[in-house]
């Protein structure tokens, strides 16, 4: 029973550049949700998906955007990258309605230089 | 807001010892729920342990227990009989208010890395 996976797992970019990273929900699992965490800090929600749809959004700007594909994968884009982006993106996965706790993958290392 | 302070940046701890780390919260909504996850240094957070703010016990799993204190507001998590790959950074989160009871949004503490020793 696959976890939830991410790609790549490392990337460096350059300061205005985009990006966009992939992750692939738990098997039965139809709800993903994008963290920010960055050197020495707890995640940061950056906002959640179901059913193809931004269903709640963090504190971060339009520059963040997501998808999510009829098979629940998603994908995270950041557009116009800072050297503040730099950081790891780590994508969650859980059932819809229900209390379940994130499962998360183990992250995409974003370096902006 | 909402808020969660992990108070010990570093923790050490030996071998086959239990090890209590802290966890305070600060919330004005009366339903919320508190987890712990680790880190380790492969990046990956595992869910650990939960404690719903209406449970009547705390929780409990495996070597990992919770002592919650609603009107301290707090919710340590006691490793007993530690062990080696342990050693990790642990993360105290709570469910965000106004998200339908549902754990999508998570507010995270900054962290404890715990070092057990041989």
């Known amino acids: 029973d696959a976890g939830v996976t991410q790609s790549p797992t490392h990337l460096i970019k350059t300061r205005g550049q985009q990006v966009t990273l992939r992750c692939s929900p738990k098997?039965?699992?139809?709800?993903v949700s994008w963290y920010q965490q960055a050197l020495g800090q707890g995640p940061q929600f950056i906002f959640q998906?179901?059913?193809?749809?931004?269903?709640q959004r963090g504190n971060f700007p339009d520059r963040f955007s997501g998808h999510q594909f009829p098979n629940y994968s998603s994908e995270l884009n950041v557009n116009a990258l800072l050297l503040g982006d730099s950081a790891l993106y780590l994508c969650?996965?859980?059932?819809?309605?229900?209390?379940?706790?994130?499962?998360f993958g183990n992250g995409t290392r974003l370096t902006v230089t | 807001a909402q808020k969660i302070t992990q108070t010990q940046p570093g923790m050490f701890v030996q071998e086959k010892e239990a090890v209590t780390l802290d966890c305070t919260y600060d919330?004005?909504?009366?339903?919320?729920?508190l987890f712990w996850y680790k880190q380790p240094s492969s990046g990956e957070m595992i869910f650990l342990i939960y404690?719903?703010?209406?449970?009547?016990q705390n929780a409990t799993e495996g070597r990992y227990s919770l002592n919650f204190q609603k009107a301290r507001k707090s919710a340590n998590l006691v490793i007993s009989a530690s062990q080696l790959g342990d050693s990790a950074m642990y993360f105290c989160?709570?469910?965000?208010?106004?998200?339908?009871?549902?754990?999508?949004?998570?507010?995270f503490g900054k962290g404890t890395l715990l070092t057990v020793n041989p």
């Open positions: 969650a996965s859980s059932p819809r309605g229900r209390r379940s706790p994130l499962h």
């Open positions: 098997s039965g699992h139809d709800t």
């Open positions: 998906y179901y059913e193809e749809e931004e269903r």
């Open positions: 919330t004005s909504d009366p339903s919320y729920g």
């Open positions: 404690q719903g703010s209406y449970d009547q």
């Open positions: 989160a709570m469910r965000a208010p106004n998200s339908g009871g549902s754990n999508y949004k998570l507010t």
